[in-house]
């Protein structure tokens, strides 16, 4: 079982950054799969980015090349560092992490205005 709390959402700018961060309630070493998803209004929810405990990732066609999933095990932490972001962007952004079943976070709002 694992609690995850995201932060780092808010408003920003067209072509602008932000990072997102995971805090899990656990350590992290162990778990396989981490990600990050988000779903915009009136759209089923996507998948962002992920990382497995290897250190391989995988990203939507859509933001490859200008996001960056990475995890910190000593800090038991998953972010996700957004650049060049676009109004297209714009969502709740969740993390997740797949142990004995797939754990949820709240959820962060992102607003990237034009």
């Known amino acids: 079982q694992v609690q995850l709390v995201e932060s780092g959402g808010g408003l920003v700018q067209a072509g602008g950054s932000l990072r997102l961060s995971c805090a899990a309630s656990?350590?992290?070493?162990?778990?396989?799969?981490m990600g990050w998803y988000r779903q915009a209004p009136g759209k089923q929810r996507e998948l962002v980015a992920a990382?497995?405990?290897?250190?391989?990732?995988n990203y939507a066609a859509s933001v490859k090349g200008r996001f960056t999933i990475s995890r910190d095990n000593a800090k038991n932490t998953v972010n996700l560092q957004m650049d060049s972001l676009k109004p297209e962007d714009t969502a709740v952004y969740y993390c997740?992490?797949?142990?004995?079943?797939?754990?949820w976070g709240q959820g962060t709002q992102v607003t990237v205005s034009s």
């Open positions: 997740n992490a797949v142990l004995d079943r797939t754990y």
């Open positions: 990382i497995t405990s290897g250190g391989g990732t």
């Open positions: 656990r350590t992290i070493f162990s778990i396989y799969h």
